[in-house]
C-alpha cells in the first residue's frame, strides 16, 4: 500500500517482545482502514526480526537497532509516515475488530476534536483473564486525579499531533498522560467512543509493573505541569501503587 492511500499511520515500538509482535501486527493490518505501519524496535536480539521478516511485505518500514527509549522510537515512526490520523500501539498490545474505523468515524463525525478514545480491555497474561481498563469520561478534574485514557484505544490527527510536538521523549513513563493534557490545551476535549476498540496486555515485564515508584514520579510532575498542582490523590494512592501492590505482586510470584 502506498503512503499515499493510507489513511492512519501506525507507530509500533517493541524491544524484546517478539513473542507478541506478530499478534500486534496481525490485528492492525486487519482493521478496515487503510493504513501504513511502521516498526520501531530497539535492538531486539529475541524472535523478534524474524517476526518482521514475515510481515516485511506488508510493512511501510521497520528498523532495530538501540535508540533513547518509547518516546523517540514513537515519534520517529509516527515522523516516517504521511497519513493524516496518527498513533501507536506497543507491540505487547493489541488492537480489537473495527477498532481503528470506529476511532476514525468519530474524528470525522467531529471535525473540531484533535483526538478520539475508546474503551479498552486490560488482559492479564498471568490468568488470562481480562478485566474493563479504567477509561472514564474527559474532564480536566478526572484527568488531574488518573489518567483516564487508555493508550491503546486512541487516535489522533497528524496536524495536532505535529503541532504538540509528538512525545516528550524526556519522559519514560508518563508520556501518553502528558500528551494528552498537551492534546487538550491545544485543541479542546477529546471525543470519546462507547465501544471497545483494544487490549492492553499485563504482563510481568510491563515497565508499569516493574518501575513503580519512576511511573508516579512522573506521573505527579505530569499533573503538577499542567494542572498546577498535585491533587491529594496521588499522595494517598502512591504508597499502595509503589510499595504495597509491589510487594504482593512479588510474594505470589
Given at each position: 500500500?502506498?503512503?499515499?492511500?493510507?489513511?492512519?499511520?501506525?507507530?509500533?515500538?517493541?524491544f524484546?517482545q517478539?513473542r507478541?509482535?506478530?499478534?500486534?501486527?496481525?490485528?492492525?493490518?486487519?482493521?478496515e482502514?487503510?493504513?501504513?505501519v511502521?516498526?520501531?524496535?530497539?535492538?531486539?536480539?529475541?524472535?523478534?526480526?524474524?517476526?518482521?521478516?514475515?510481515w516485511?511485505?506488508?510493512?511501510?518500514?521497520?528498523?532495530?537497532?538501540?535508540?533513547?527509549g518509547?518516546a523517540?522510537a514513537?515519534?520517529?515512526?509516527?515522523?516516517?509516515?504521511?497519513a493524516p490520523?496518527v498513533?501507536?500501539?506497543?507491540?505487547d498490545?493489541?488492537?480489537?475488530?473495527?477498532?481503528l474505523?470506529?476511532?476514525?468515524?468519530?474524528?470525522e463525525r467531529?471535525?473540531?476534536?484533535v483526538?478520539?478514545?475508546?474503551?479498552?480491555?486490560?488482559?492479564?497474561?498471568?490468568?488470562?483473564?481480562?478485566?474493563?481498563s479504567?477509561?472514564?469520561p474527559?474532564s480536566?478534574?478526572?484527568?488531574?486525579r488518573?489518567?483516564?485514557?487508555?493508550?491503546?484505544g486512541?487516535?489522533?490527527?497528524?496536524?495536532a499531533w505535529?503541532?504538540?510536538?509528538g512525545?516528550?521523549?524526556?519522559?519514560?513513563?508518563?508520556?501518553?498522560?502528558?500528551?494528552?493534557w498537551?492534546?487538550y490545551?491545544y485543541?479542546?476535549?477529546p471525543?470519546?467512543?462507547p465501544?471497545?476498540?483494544?487490549?492492553?496486555?499485563?504482563h510481568?515485564?510491563t515497565?508499569?509493573?516493574?518501575q513503580?515508584r519512576?511511573?508516579?514520579?512522573?506521573?505527579m510532575?505530569?499533573v503538577r505541569r499542567h494542572y498546577?498542582?498535585v491533587?491529594l490523590?496521588?499522595?494517598?494512592?502512591?504508597p499502595?501503587?509503589?510499595?504495597?501492590?509491589?510487594w504482593r505482586?512479588?510474594?505470589?510470584?
Amino acid at each position: 500500500m502506498s503512503i499515499e492511500q493510507a489513511k492512519v499511520t501506525v507507530a509500533v515500538p517493541s524491544f524484546r517482545q517478539g513473542r507478541f509482535l506478530e499478534q500486534a501486527l496481525s490485528s492492525i493490518l486487519a482493521q478496515e482502514v487503510p493504513v501504513e505501519v511502521f516498526v520501531m524496535d530497539g535492538g531486539s536480539d529475541d524472535e523478534t526480526l524474524a517476526v518482521l521478516d514475515r510481515w516485511n511485505e506488508r510493512l511501510a518500514g521497520w528498523r532495530s537497532h538501540s535508540d533513547s527509549g518509547q518516546a523517540e522510537a514513537i515519534n520517529e515512526g509516527i515522523a516516517r509516515g504521511r497519513a493524516p490520523y496518527v498513533c501507536w500501539l506497543n507491540s505487547d498490545d493489541w488492537l480489537l475488530p473495527r477498532g481503528l474505523p470506529l476511532l476514525l468515524a468519530a474524528l470525522e463525525r467531529e471535525p473540531a476534536a484533535v483526538m478520539a478514545y475508546g474503551n479498552t480491555w486490560d488482559w492479564i497474561e498471568r490468568t488470562g483473564r481480562r478485566r474493563r481498563s479504567m477509561v472514564l469520561p474527559f474532564s480536566e478534574w478526572v484527568m488531574a486525579r488518573a489518567n483516564a485514557i487508555s493508550q491503546p484505544g486512541t487516535l489522533m490527527r497528524r496536524d495536532a499531533w505535529e503541532a504538540v510536538g509528538g512525545l516528550d521523549s524526556s519522559l519514560h513513563m508518563a508520556m501518553d498522560y502528558d500528551l494528552w493534557w498537551r492534546l487538550y490545551r491545544y485543541g479542546g476535549a477529546p471525543v470519546r467512543v462507547p465501544d471497545m476498540v483494544a487490549v492492553n496486555r499485563v504482563h510481568s515485564q510491563t515497565k508499569t509493573n516493574t518501575q513503580r515508584r519512576l511511573h508516579y514520579q512522573e506521573a505527579m510532575a505530569v499533573v503538577r505541569r499542567h494542572y498546577g498542582k498535585v491533587p491529594l490523590k496521588w499522595w494517598l494512592a502512591q504508597p499502595y501503587a509503589v510499595w504495597w501492590r509491589g510487594w504482593r505482586g512479588a510474594s505470589r510470584g
